[in-house]
């Protein structure tokens, strides 16, 4: 069975500031990867995936996250981050071997200060 | 033209009761599924359903029961509720069953149980 570990639970970072959160997974099969955000008092937003081809994948906002199989890991990245992006961020996986079941890391928190 | 609803936002109850929690998604997608975030953010999979037949049924209490009357509905029945069932509970979508697919996420249902 898969899992997923986030190795922070809490990241502070300062405005324009880089970022770099980390997603490390397991699992004895090919995965998909997916990193959700979710701010206060909402449900969860697919911000970016993988599923197969270029393992560096981005988002619309400047998020990016390298699929990176040897090391089993996905992290997410953003060179410069904004005070809007204080959110809580899941890392997920899911096997691609049919199964249904998709598992979410405990999260982590970016907290952006001015 | 929300596209995941609950009803309600906050549910606050006794120890004991019985309630429902209903979620409705209007962007025709064949699966559905409930999560439950405990107070440390932490989201795990109850059940889903794909095209109103169960395929995931985690380990939950028996009090906690499913039901799909057709796609774009799954409602949560609670039986009985404890203390330890406060926490937000999440529907989500998804076009298809599968690992690979993104899952949209409806706001959440606060319930506390005092």
């Known amino acids: ?114 | 033209d929300t596209a995941v609803s609950q009803t309600p936002k906050y549910l606050v109850t006794q120890m004991g009761n019985d309630k429902s929690i209903k979620c409705e998604q209007n962007l025709g997608h064949d699966t559905m599924y409930w999560y439950k975030q405990d107070s440390k953010k932490f989201l795990k999979i109850m059940f889903s359903y794909n095209n109103k037949e169960l395929i995931i049924n985690e380990t939950v209490p028996n009090r906690f029961s499913p039901k799909s009357p057709d796609k774009a509905h799954l409602n949560l029945h609670i039986n009985s509720l404890e203390l330890g069932d406060s926490a937000v509970y999440f529907c989500a979508s998804s076009r298809r069953a599968g690992g690979k697919e993104t899952q949209y996420f409806g706001p959440g249902t606060r319930l506390l149980v005092l």
Not at chain 1, 17 to 34: D, G, I, K, Q, T
Not at chain 1, 64 to 77: C, I
Not at chain 1, 91 to 103: H, L, N, Q, R, Y
């Open chain 1, 1 to 114: 069975a898969q899992s997923v570990t986030q190795l922070d639970s809490q990241v502070p970072v300062f405005e324009e500031a880089p970022v770099e959160l980390r997603c490390n997974y397991s699992s004895s099969v090919s995965v998909y990867l997916f990193w959700y955000v979710q701010y206060p008092n909402q449900g969860l937003q697919l911000l970016l995936k993988y599923l197969s081809g270029s393992t560096l994948v981005e988002s619309i906002n400047g998020f990016e996250a390298e699929f990176n199989k040897s090391q089993t890991s996905f992290h997410l990245r953003k060179p410069s981050v904004h005070i809007s992006d204080t959110a809580e961020y899941f890392c997920a996986v899911s096997e691609s071997t049919g199964g249904f079941k998709t598992i979410f890391g405990a999260g982590t928190r970016l907290f952006v200060k001015a």
